[in-house]
Nanobody, 130 residues
Framework: QVQLVESGGGSVQAGGSLRLSCAVS????????MGWFRQVAGKEREGVAAIDSTGTTIYDDSVKGRFTISKDNAKNTLYLQMNSLKPEDTAMYYC????????????????????????WGQGTQVTVSS
């Protein structure tokens, strides 16, 4: 059974940092694209960052230079280091898997619909106060 379990969310003040983790089990972790999404109530889930099996990464413009996605294949764990957090980063954060490389998905990488053929975690809440 495939499981993605996020952790590391919490409440921080603007300018602070958090590191999210996504532990993956029951899945050939290293072979596919992994990503982080976030969702605010009433809005669509949106792509934050992704990394594929070649190590290629991609970020939403709103987090470039502040967030870093990485993975540890030996630990089957995906990370999202979030620095210089802003109140607008407040959201539920989800990790997900996709069957396609970043180059294949192109600009559609940020659409949750493209990732719906894979697996999703349950989410971890990030709250940034001003």
């Amino acid at each position: 059974q495939v499981q993605l379990v996020e952790s590391g969310g919490g409440s921080v003040q603007a300018g602070g940092s958090l590191r999210l983790s996504c532990a993956v089990s029951g899945y050939t972790y290293s072979s596919y694209c992994m990503g982080w999404f976030r969702q605010v109530a009433g809005k669509e889930r949106e792509g934050v960052a992704a990394i594929d099996s070649t190590g290629t990464t991609i970020y939403d413009d709103s987090v470039k230079g502040r967030f870093t996605i990485s993975k540890d294949n030996a630990k089957n764990t995906l990370y999202l280091q979030m620095n210089s957090l802003k109140p607008e980063d407040t959201a539920m954060y989800y990790c997900a898997t996709a069957l396609y490389a970043i180059t294949t998905m192109g600009p559609l990488w940020a659409s949750a619909k493209v990732w719906n053929g894979g697996y999703w975690g349950q989410g971890t809440q990030v709250t940034v106060s001003s």
